[in-house]
């Protein structure tokens, strides 16, 4: 257990260097090992070097592939030259920090975001959130819960299921759209494809599938990230900010609309395409 109190104990080190040779985390146990996919590549962007080396040597052995960045300079770098399939990104960071970072990603790609937050900070985890963040986690962390989060994000971006769905067909049609859920793709009414995060296609997908009903915010956050609401339902305001500004081409209407009892309706109808 050295290796998690270790590492929660760095993840709330203001920007500290580490001034002598990392030391190895211990092994993990067994029996509190949380397995990962194999085949998946995580790119840390932390400027904290002892931070940096244990996460990378924690996720190395629940069996990620890990790229490992200090600025956003060796992050661009990285991203040439290798595939990522997620990227853990510290938002305090030199020069260039997390927001601009991640705002900046998500012009290029809808590659999955979990960012790094100093603990409490609701105004930087919210402008993550907005910038296009997937999903969150305060600094100082567990690293079986950032684990647990990698693992989720994941699964979403592949196709994993985010909780009981009152329809089952793949393909579902609303007011001209098309929502694929086997390759995790939305496409207008004029057929052009619309870029959605994961975190994005999960709220769309919950809210097709239930359209018509009214989902609390607690709720929405357990059917896509898999946790209850709590402190943290502001997270799907945001989400549910992004999703309709990508929707709704209209002024002044939304096809997603807020419940004063706390919660939001998606009102087109739903059809299987």
């Known amino acids: 257990m050295n290796d998690l109190k270790t590492l929660a104990a760095c993840g709330s080190l203001a920007r500290t260097r580490s001034s002598g040779t990392d030391r190895p985390p211990a092994s993990t146990p067994s029996n509190i090992a949380i397995h990962a996919m194999s085949t998946q590549s995580i ?13 990378a040597r924690y996720l190395r052995e629940n069996s990620f592939n890990v790229g490992m960045a200090a600025n956003g300079r060796e992050m661009d770098r990285y991203i040439s030259q290798n595939r990522v399939d997620l ?13 601009s970072l991640c ?28 910038m296009g963040a ?10 079986r819960e950032l684990l647990a989060r990698i693992n989720a994000v994941l699964r979403r971006q592949l196709g994993g299921s985010a ?9 579902l049609r609303f ?3 098309i929502i694929d859920s086997r390759m995790r793709e939305l496409r207008d009414p004029e057929g052009a494809q619309v ?22 915010r607690d709720t929405l956050l357990n059917m896509t990230r898999g946790r209850p609401g709590g402190a943290f339902g502001r997270s799907i305001d945001v989400l549910v900010s992004r999703l309709r500004g990508k929707l709704d ?3 002044g209407t939304s096809m997603i609309k807020t419940v004063r009892t706390g919660g939001y309706i998606f009102t087109p109808r739903v059809d299987e395409a």
């Open 175 to 177: 007011e001209g759209w």
């Open 134 to 143: 997937d999903d969150y986690l305060p600094k100082p962390f567990n690293p």
């Open 163 to 171: 909780g009981p769905a009152a329809k089952t067909s793949a393909r």
């Open 249 to 251: 081409r209209t002024e």
């Open 103 to 130: 705002r900046r990603l998500r012009v290029d790609t809808t590659t999955p975001i979990i960012i790094l937050t100093a603990k409490g900070d609701d105004v930087d985890r919210i402008l993550g959130l907005e």
């Open 195 to 216: 870029p959605l995060t994961s975190a994005e296609f999960d709220l769309l997908q919950s809210f097709c599938e239930r359209h018509g009903r009214i989902l609390s």
């Open 43 to 55: 790119l840390i962007v932390e400027d904290d070097q002892e931070t940096r080396n244990l996460v």
């Open 87 to 99: 990227i853990v990104l510290d938002l305090m960071l030199p020069g260039e920090d997390g927001l």
